[in-house]
């Protein structure tokens, strides 16, 4: 059973930066595909950043294309969504998710979710 734990969430000024990480039991990213998810308040919750397997296909949500990039850190076994130009509306509850999937868009196809990191932008 693969157990997800999110970390690096916090309360940072717009146009700040945040490096949140997704670590996992049993988990190991190059195995897996892991997604990042977000939901604000009031909101559904969306797609922001999958990753599959080594890391070679990866992809972001246009919302934060240029600001957010995924990547895997291999040697930790840590899925990294490193956030820059922080804005009010990225303001949510970010979750990780993993599964033995090749698209990582859907949030139904993951298996594993973590518990998720507030993470709040303040204008």
């Known amino acids: 059973q693969v157990q997800l734990v999110e970390s690096g969430g916090g309360l940072v000024q717009a146009g700040g930066s945040l490096r949140l990480s997704c670590a996992g039991s049993?988990?190991?990213?190059?195995?897996?595909?892991t997604g990042w998810f977000r939901q604000a308040p009031g909101k559904e919750r969306e797609f922001v950043a999958g990753?599959?397997?080594?890391?070679?296909?990866?992809s972001v949500a246009d919302s934060v294309r240029g600001r957010f990039t995924i990547s895997i850190d291999n040697a930790e076994k840590l899925v990294h969504l490193e956030m820059i130009s922080l804005k009010p509306e990225d303001t949510g509850v970010y979750y990780c998710?993993?599964?033995?999937?090749?698209?990582?868009?859907?949030?139904?196809?993951?298996?594993?979710w973590g518990r998720g990191t507030q993470v709040t932008v303040s204008s």
């Open positions: 998710a993993a599964g033995l999937i090749s698209d990582y868009y859907n949030e139904r196809d993951y298996s594993y």
């Open positions: 990753i599959v397997g080594t890391g070679i296909v990866k």
């Open positions: 049993e988990h190991t990213p190059v195995s897996y595909t």
